[in-house]
């Protein structure tokens, strides 16, 4: 097995080195300049105002040229900003913009640049006053621009970008004009900016998704705070765990399309390293509470509650699985020690993506392609058929192998398992006889996250349960079995089944 003493230090060190990692460095290229503009003659540089160029336009009078990097810095998706090169008039009028440099992913494996380009135009003809929101066609108050589909993130970034970036172009150009009026020309425009934040007008769009989230992220605290009770009720828990695997798959899957990725971490690393921006992190605000639960139910019960409860693969995984095993077919798992050993690729595919993004997102977010989840919930299969091909083999694969992809691949779950050492609660009962000699519940997990020797391997559990459903079961677990058979021969009284466990606590014996 892959010794955790070499892994995490080496975790460690790329996660610093990737926060610490430079984000792109801009000049405005006055050929890119005739690009954006090409009736413009040369552009040149405004005095006092650093990265802005103005220039004469027929017809137009007085444009200002500048690059978004050297005003404003919003994380994106990547954590990184896009940067774009923007003409707009002294008065305040976008008159053309393009994107120059941009670490978003899901733009190099899913969306084309002129895809990018095509969103980024729609900004043409509209004005630094407007108050300009993906989505918002037909608000009072508001301009609305199409989205990109599947980059929402991104297309609001791109959108915060354009419009903060002008708004303090204007400013300060209007400040340079009201000093050195000659230099820069006295048709000048300052804006009213609206002020409502993006991320505000992002929540208000999503208020139903985040209503029923947040019911639902309730409902699941009080389920593991009543987890002893609840498995108790054999058939209430098994459908209740059914309705709730439908509802991640079909509502934060699909509907939300709130699979969290690796990627996210990584972005996550950069925002830290560019200055971090609550802003980015919130505009997505189903993403954003997902993450805040898995922070705080990794550091009380492990990784194992998002795993088994909240990442829509890993539910349709378990559908599946469930699926096939209700049809008879019984699957079929590695022997332990193979399985211990085929862990290690995860954390492998974990460290070489951390590699990849200190040099290069594009390739990072390349090699987390190995998530199936943008094909699988993003997409929603609307991808080349490599891509496709690989999520339903997966997919295939789960009916022989339960989670083969959550046990052996997923970075993401070998990210969170890290985090899991440093858990608070250890609620998974076991008994003295659990390994010695008893393995149904060691057989039974679908993860093989318990040892025959007895033991949860916390890094691995997903917490589903289902252990527990057997340790409190009279009929399935060995030690109670035979504590109902001596009940029910009179050698016991009704109630004598309470004793300790293995941990010293309440438990059956
Ligand atoms: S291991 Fe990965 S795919 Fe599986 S449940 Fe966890 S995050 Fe989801
Ligand atoms: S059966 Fe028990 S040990 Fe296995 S994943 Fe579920 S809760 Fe964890």
Redesign the pocket.
């Known amino acids: 097995m892959l010794s955790y003493r070499l892994v995490l230090p080496a975790m460690l060190w790329l996660a610093v080195g990737l926060a610490l990692a430079p984000v792109s460095a801009r000049a405005v290229d006055e050929t890119a300049v005739q690009q954006l503009l090409p009736g413009v003659s040369a552009a040149a540089p405004v005095p006092s105002v650093p990265g802005l160029f103005s220039a004469d336009a027929p017809g137009v009078g007085r444009v200002l040229f500048f690059e978004t990097s050297d005003f404003v810095h919003i994380p994106a998706y990547s954590g990184s900003p896009v940067n774009l090169l923007v003409g707009l008039t002294a008065t305040g009028e976008f008159l053309a913009a393009s994107v120059q440099a941009h670490a978003e992913p899901i733009l190099v494996v899913g969306i084309t640049d002129s895809d990018l380009q095509a969103f980024v135009n729609q900004f043409v003809g509209k004005r630094a006053s407007d108050a300009i929101r993906v989505g918002a066609q037909g608000r009072e108050g508001y301009v609305g621009i199409d989205g990109l589909s599947g980059a929402t993130i991104t297309a609001m970034v791109i959108t915060r970008t354009i419009t903060r970036a002008a708004e303090q172009v204007l400013a300060v150009y209007a400040a340079a004009a009201a000093t050195a009026a000659p230099v820069v020309g006295a048709e000048v425009s300052t804006v009213a900016v609206p002020t409502e934040p993006e991320w505000h007008w992002s929540w208000q769009q999503h208020r139903v998704q985040v209503s029923v989230l947040v019911v639902a992220l309730f409902v699941l605290l009080l389920v593991l705070f009543l987890q002893d009770w609840l498995v108790q009720h054999k058939r209430l828990f098994q459908r209740f765990r059914l309705a709730w695997l439908v509802f991640t798959v079909v509502f934060i899957g699909w509907v939300c399309h709130a699979q ?1 990725s690796v990627v996210n971490l990584l972005g996550f690393a950069r925002n830290l390293a560019g200055g971090f921006s609550w802003e980015s992190l919130l505009l997505d605000p189903v993403v954003f509470l997902l993450w805040a639960f898995v922070a705080l139910s990794i550091l009380l019960w492990g ?1 194992g509650v ?3 409860w909240l ?1 829509p ?2 539910a349709a ?1 378990e559908l599946l699985s469930k699926a096939s095993r209700a049809l008879g077919f019984a699957g079929w798992q590695f022997p332990h020690a193979v399985h211990e050993r085929l862990w290690a690729i995860k954390y492998l595919i974990l460290l070489a993506i951390l590699g990849l993004a200190l040099d290069s997102m594009a390739n990072a977010a390349r090699l987390a392609e190995v998530e199936p989840f943008k094909t699988v919930f993003v997409m929603q299969f609307d991808r080349p058929p490599a891509y496709v091909l690989y999520a339903v083999l997966l997919l295939v694969i789960t009916v022989f192998n339960s ?1 083969f ?2 046990k052996y691949l ?1 970075p ?2 070998a990210a ?1 398992s890290f985090v899991t050492r440093f858990k608070v609660f250890d609620w998974l009962r076991r008994r003295v006889e659990c390994g010695h000699p008893c393995q149904t519940c060691a057989r039974e997990c679908q993860i093989g996250a318990i040892r025959p020797t007895g033991e949860i391997i916390d890094n691995e559990c ?1 917490y589903c349960l289902d252990c527990q459903v057997t340790y409190w079961d009279e009929h399935r677990c060995p030690p109670l079995v035979r504590k109902r058979k001596k009940r029910f021969q009179g050698q016991l009284p009704e109630h004598a089944v309470i004793a300790t466990d293995a941990a010293g606590s309440r438990r059956e014996s």
């Open positions: 969290l990784r998002y795993c088994g990442c693969f890993g995984q989670k992809y959550c997923c993401l779950g969170l997903h």
